[in-house]
């Protein structure tokens, strides 16, 4: 997968089962570009699919498509029914971009759109579970996320939006021609 010259060739939309294998290629390349490596295509690709076979109407997959139909973003979110943390409603499960993609603004899209998946759904508010010693983190304190910590003071590397429309408000006018 190669990068364009920017972002406007860049489209967002929402997944649909017939990405399944493009998804799986591109979870493997991005989940080793930020973790190191995990599990392989055909691993990712029936998790895909069964992601596919059961998701409902709460839950959605956004990814992002250069002009060339290649897949280099994506991020799934579901309702999040934790009860420790029961003031969240939906859980941004997975946020990928290849990194030859970041510093773009097209990370903001895909969570920006997420939050407004999440609002269209009657979801106000939502987390997301990382690597507390991602750098990515410095992303999610930009776009308003606080930090979760567990009952004992740690950080693990949770964050929250506990009102997705201020998000939108203030952090997605740029993104909104998705």
Not at 95 to 108: E, F, N, S, T, V
Not at 119 to 133: N, P, Q, W
Not at 135 to 146: I, K, L, Q, S, V
Request: charged share 20%.
């Amino acid at each position: 997968m190669t990068a364009d010259s920017g972002s406007s060739s860049v489209h967002l939309r929402d997944a649909t089962p017939a990405d399944v294998g493009g998804l799986a290629r591109l979870h493997v390349l991005t989940f080793n570009e930020t973790h190191g490596p995990g599990p392989d295509s055909t691993v990712r690709e029936q998790q895909w699919r069964s992601a596919f076979e059961s998701q409902d109407s709460h839950s959605f997959c956004v990814v992002l498509v250069t002009e060339n139909a290649e897949l280099v973003g994506f991020a799934r979110g579901q309702p999040h029914a934790d009860a420790e943390l029961a003031e969240f409603g939906g859980e941004l499960n997975k946020i990928y971009l290849l990194r030859a993609y970041h510093r773009r603004g097209l990370g903001r899209r895909l969570l920006c759109a997420s939050a407004r998946r999440f609002m269209e759904r009657g979801i106000s508010s939502m987390l997301l579970f990382g690597d507390a010693r991602s750098p990515t983190n410095r992303f999610y304190e930009a776009m308003g996320a606080e930090r979760l910590f567990a009952p004992n003071g740690d950080f693990h590397g949770g964050y929250g939006w506990r009102d997705l429309a201020a998000l939108v408000t203030a952090h997605c006018a740029r993104s909104a021609a998705e």
